[in-house]
């Protein structure tokens, strides 16, 4: 996890509309209670970054978001418009099948909608246009999740939620892959984006949710949670959110 | 075109492009090609006649279909649930169903395709090497004919669809492409073998009764295959015998396999992406 200054110079949020609304949403596996009572809600226009320690349910709850695990209480409501693919979403470690070049792989995405994808377009905001006829399993690993955040936004979907989309990726390609989910936000899109580098989510995100110990402990704009916490930086927020052993109190910051 | 019939095409025209791609399955068709001409020609089948030719692949083929449906099928829907890809289609509102059979459609094609050129190749040998005997004119029981071994090869082939779709519901049901081969290994195995044996001991411990055992015989993928092919194929060039198996009933097995696997494939599947 990197600890550097940095500051947001992003717009802030363009607009205020729900798109996605999860209410006192709970999980469990058998005893084990994975996430508790969280509500959040997540705006059309605006980053959303979900940091966290590992094992703090991260990814459980942007599974839970996309509908792809069922919650144990509470629920989801996405709130959007009515399209064809509301959510778009990047794995992990998004993965391709082989044997198919980066332009028939996104065409292969685009023609499960009805709706029509201008592949050329999508392909040039994530500079991979020019490498559109290699294989995908001859890209970098940084290239392979720019594939997969194209493929994210195919149909342009009103919420796009990013697991990790700088994890293993050089500051370069990190930062890049930032860009694009501040872009997306400033194209009236709701991007949700779990991350463990902190100077990007300072950077680039409206809002931050930090979960620990299955429930959020600290929510708001980066800048006032550092002023809540009166330190200078996310990270010392999360040091100082983090080190309790339970949170006492649930901080938050209204936009 | 409806949203499912486009989804339906897309995925199925996905997985003909991958097998098209994939070279292994070239070497494959090679394989079998070859092997079942070197079977044709060491049995000496091809030189009388296509009946006594399915006479010397039938046995053969019970072992050949499973492994090839195996090697065709084992990593048809587990190398995508191991890329995260069916959590990505899913934000695209693929039903499990249209992906376990467009998957299925797609692999059947590959497998009817690797086996229908062997056996195709079987059927030119044999017409080159002998004819049907054409000094009989009429006769009680039927001629030795390239249409007989027609009906082999569609028999043999939906023999193969019903043991690909089991092995696509191990492939759905498994956590890793390692255990995908084992469990598909394990099904097949228990399938063929034990098919045939559990019939064995239910007619020598009395609770499959001889009336029925023709019913019976069509509920195991290799008795059904193997009834039906004596049936329609074998017996038909006998003057009097007949009674191997119902061919009707033998076929109805295969489909209810092939259906019930694919059922079951997409039932799991909605399990493990919801």
């Known amino acids: 996890m990197s600890k550097q200054q940095s500051t947001n110079t992003r717009p802030a949020a363009t607009s205020q509309e729900a798109v996605l609304r999860a209410t006192d949403l709970t999980k469990q596996y058998s005893e084990l209670t994975v996430l508790d009572s969280i509500d959040l809600t997540v705006h059309a226009g605006s980053v959303t970054a979900l940091i966290g320690p590992n094992g703090t349910g991260k990814t459980t709850l942007l599974r839970l978001l996309l509908g792809h695990l069922e919650p144990t209480a509470g629920n989801v409501e996405y709130a959007g418009p009515a399209v064809e693919r509301p959510i778009g979403y990047l794995p992990q470690q998004p993965a391709f099948r082989p044997h198919f070049t980066v332009e028939e792989t996104i065409s292969f995405y685009a023609s499960l909608l009805e709706t029509p994808t201008d592949t050329k377009e999508l392909l040039t905001q994530v500079d991979l246009y020019d490498v559109r006829n290699r294989p995908v399993e001859a890209l970098s690993g940084g290239m392979t999740r720019l594939l997969g955040i194209a493929q994210s936004v195919v149909g342009n979907p009103p919420a796009v939620i990013f697991d990790e989309p700088a994890s293993g990726l050089d500051p370069t390609m990190g930062t890049k892959a930032f860009e694009i989910t501040a872009q997306l936000a400033e194209r009236g899109t709701a991007v949700i984006v779990s991350s463990h580098d902190l100077a990007l989510v300072e950077r680039y995100a409206d809002t931050v949710i930090l979960l620990h110990d299955k429930q959020i402990a600290a929510q708001g704009p980066p800048q006032q949670l550092c002023q809540t916490h009166s330190v200078a930086d996310l990270w010392e927020v999360y040091d100082a959110v983090t080190a309790t052993e339970t949170p006492q109190t649930n901080t938050e910051v209204t936009q | ?274």
């Open chain 2, 1 to 274: 075109m409806s949203t499912i019939v486009s989804t339906f095409f897309a995925l199925f025209k996905r997985e003909l492009k991958t097998a098209m791609r994939t070279r292994v399955y070239y070497l494959i068709t090679v394989g079998v090609i070859g092997l079942l001409l070197a079977l044709t020609a060491g049995g000496g089948g091809a030189a009388t006649g296509y009946v006594p030719t399915v006479v010397d692949l039938l046995l053969p083929l019970e072992v050949l279909v499973p492994v090839l449906a195996i090697a065709i099928g084992y990593r048809s829907v587990v190398s995508d649930l191991e890329r995260g890809e069916l959590a990505v289609l899913k934000t695209y509102d693929v039903p499990s169903s249209v992906y376990v059979f467009a998957i299925y459609a797609g692999r059947a094609v590959v497998l009817s395709v690797i086996l229908g050129s062997g056996l195709l190749a079987t059927l030119l040998l044999v017409s080159f090497s002998s004819g049907p005997d054409t000094s009989i004119f009429a006769t009680h029981t039927g001629l030795d004919s390239p249409l007989l071994f027609a009906r082999f090869i569609v028999l043999t082939l939906v023999f193969a669809l019903a043991l690909l779709a089991i092995v696509l519901l191990m492939s759905v049901a498994a956590q890793s492409t390692l255990t995908a081969i084992a469990l598909a290994v394990g099904a097949v195995v228990l399938v063929v073998v034990g098919g045939d044996a559990a019939i064995i001991l239910g007619l020598t411990d009395g609770w499959i009764a001889d009336a029925d055992l023709l019913n019976a015989l069509a509920i195991a993928p290799n008795s059904a295959y193997r009834g039906a092919v004596f049936e329609t194929v074998i017996a038909v060039t006998a003057a009097s015998e007949s009674g191997y198996g119902s061919p009707i009933t033998s076929v109805a097995g295969l489909f209810a396999w092939t259906i019930f696997s694919l059922i079951s494939a997409t039932l799991i599947l909605h399990r493990r992406t919801v």
